[in-house]
């Protein structure tokens, strides 16, 4: 070993994954064992009393799940991680990691549509308060403030109006009034911005899309910087003794490893929302071409984004990446090397339009996900933020007409080609014929 | 020397068997037990608790200073030190005279004229680390917890 800093490319092949030690496995193995032998009762002792590092069981680390963990934490520049079952569960962990019953946080109004369920209805009845707030407003940002504030919750590109979070201006707010930040990057990935170098305390991200990129997995991860100080009264579940391990202290005994510590050992151990040995796996081979994938996705989108914008049964198209986006200016700054491969564009005609066009697609595959390697097309107010009022939906960026595409990796003129024509029967006023 | 690479730290870690731990303490709460068990029981390195306080930790003998300790064991390869920064220089003076061939100042444990002076003396010096943290790095411990190793290698016998 030397001191080399590798590349991104380097690292999405390589962190998390040395040869295995016992075998010469060269690919990651896929450790499908529930639980693990102990070396020897003192051995076993130290495990449980977290001193020392080792696998007990497979609900709270996994040696594939580990490996994944570790490429992540590499990937976005972070201390560590922890995987998880899915984005939703990743995401409701960190909240628990951090918050109580009678404590509040704060969330951006431009997220993702089941984001916005869980906290304001799971969370509510737990009795964790959550506020919406527009961004770009800092006086309704200062206005949300409570002294049991947790934490600032935000999306790199929002789902699906395409909004920028102004990190470093984000971090500096959550900072001055004692909190982190935490970033939802799933629409970025980290090929295409690493909110840790531009202040995130937190970073959360739904596998499922970019990362693993073949629509095959489900999964979450939660990467740490490890800079945030948990040490003062706002955090007791982190800097008072903790019930559940004899009254340890988790900020005292683990430094900078206090967050992730716990966000393992108490609340991965006790919601066993774990994510499995083979979808780790999975999720692992779609890392090891997320550059490759993700200069495809960006080159593509920009290609169809344009077309659109061009196009005469087209109103509107809302991608970061066009100068016609009002946060074109801060993409080029919070994401250079593109901002993703999710847009939505308004169709003329609005919403019974949108859906003959959907209809009409014979390439573009009609599903709510999206970072997969094929195009994918959804109406977000019926289906995605669907559970959302109509002031939430607008503060969403969503609009009755809106349709949203995630560009995939196939052939550009093939993609176009197929918007073409469903483009033309939408507006024949023709059923779809398929 | 004042080492700050993971290389330099690896190889200190490589040539290095016995560890004197000042201010160890026998509270299973304390980052000074939890350091003092991980190295103890991990079976590389030879550590032995100096706290005047103790007799013993976990059956294993305790030593009221440096200068005893190396009265009947030698000098220490690393002194690792968990003392308030305000009164470690006592510690540099006696790692210096025992001959001691490294000092250890885990997290938060920084006082610049003491690794001034200890970096005088010919002595190598970590700062602001914790030695079990980085025996993990390069044995495998971090990677377990999906924690950020930055251990890169294609090597079957892994980080060399």
């Known amino acids: 070993m030397n001191d080399r800093t590798f590349g991104f490319a380097t690292r999405a092949i390589h962190a998390g994954t040395p040869p295995d030690p016992v075998t010469g496995a060269r690919a990651a193995p896929i450790y499908q064992s529930s639980a693990f032998v102990f070396g020897s009762t003192e051995e076993a002792a130290e495990l449980f009393a977290l001193r020392g590092y080792g ?58 549509g089941g984001t916005i369920t869980q906290f304001s209805i799971t969370l509510e009845r737990m009795g964790i308060a959550v506020t919406f707030v527009p961004l770009d407003d ?59 170098e531009f202040g995130a305390d937190i970073v959360v991200a739904s596998a499922t899309k970019f990362i693993c990129g073949h629509g095959t997995t489900v999964g979450g991860i939660v990467v740490d910087a490890g800079r945030f100080d948990y040490g003062s009264a706002r955090f007791p579940l982190l800097s ?26 108490e609340i991965l151990r006790d919601v066993g929302a774990q994510l499995g040995a083979h979808d780790a796996w999975l999720l692992l081979q779609g890392l090891e ?43 080029a700054r919070y ?39 094929k195009s994918l097309v959804i109406h977000p107010a019926s289906t995605t933020h669907s559970q959302l009022n109509d002031q939430e939906m607008l503060a969403a960026g969503v609009a009755p007409e809106a349709i949203r595409l995630s560009v995939g990796l196939e052939d550009r003129e093939d993609l176009l080609w197929d918007l073409e024509r469903a483009l033309a029967q939408a507006h024949s006023g023709e059923a779809a014929s398929r | 020397m004042i080492l700050t690479r993971p290389s330099e730290y690896r190889d200190l870690l490589a040539r290095s068997k016995s560890i004197a731990m000042v201010g160890a303490s026998s509270d299973p709460l304390r980052p000074s037990y939890t350091v ?50 305000a009164s470690v220089l006592p510690v540099v003076d006696e790692s210096i005279a025992v001959g001691a061939k490294a000092i250890w100042f885990q997290y938060g444990v920084i006082n610049e004229e003491a690794i001034a002076r200890a970096d005088a003396a010919g002595i190598d010096v970590v700062v602001d680390r914790c030695i079990k943290v980085e025996i993990a790095r390069f044995h495998g411990g971090l990677a377990t917890a999906g924690l950020n190793s930055g251990v890169i290698t294609s090597r079957r016998s892994g980080v060399r």
């Open chain 1, 335 to 373: 994401l250079p090397r593109g901002a993703g491969s999710v847009f939505t564009f308004g169709i003329r005609g609005g919403r019974d339009a949108g859906r003959r066009f959907i209809d009409a697609l014979e390439l573009w595959s009609h599903l709510a996900n999206v970072g997969d390697a």
């Open chain 2, 36 to 85: 003092f068990s991980f190295v103890r029981t991990g079976g590389l390195f030879s550590v032995v608790p100096i706290n005047p306080k103790l007799d013993e930790i976990d059956g294993l003998r305790a030593y009221p200073s440096l200068v005893q300790y190396a009265e009947a064991l030698g000098a220490p390869d690393i002194v690792d030190v968990f003392r308030n920064p």
């Open chain 1, 240 to 265: 008072e003794p903790s019930r559940g391990y004899h009254g340890k202290i988790f900020t005292e005994t683990f430094g900078e490893y206090a967050f992730l510590m716990r966000l393992r050992a």
């Open chain 1, 55 to 112: 696998h007990i069981y497979s609900r709270i680390s996994n040696p594939t799940v580990a490996s994944f963990e570790e490429r992540m934490a590499s990937l976005e520049g972070g201390l560590g991680a922890v995987a998880f079952s899915s984005g939703l569960a990743a995401q409701l962990a960190i909240v628990l990691a951090l918050a109580r019953n009678g404590d509040h946080i704060l969330c951006s109004q431009s997220v993702y």
């Open chain 1, 289 to 331: 071409t997320l550059p490759l994938r993700m200069e495809r996705h960006v080159a593509n989108a920009q290609a169809i984004a344009q077309h659109l914008e061009r196009h005469p049964d087209v109103v509107w198209v809302r991608y970061p990446g066009l100068p016609s986006h009002p946060d074109h200016a801060r993409a």
């Open chain 1, 138 to 196: 800092p006086n309704a940002m200062r206005a949300a403030l409570r002294p049991e504030t947790k934490m600032l919750f935000v999306e790199t590109i929002g789902n699906p109006s395409g909004s920028i979070a102004d990190l470093k201006e984000l971090a500096a707010f959550a900072h001055d009034n004692g909190f982190p930040l935490v970033v939802d990057n799933t629409f970025a990935s980290p090929y295409c911005c690493r909110p840790i």
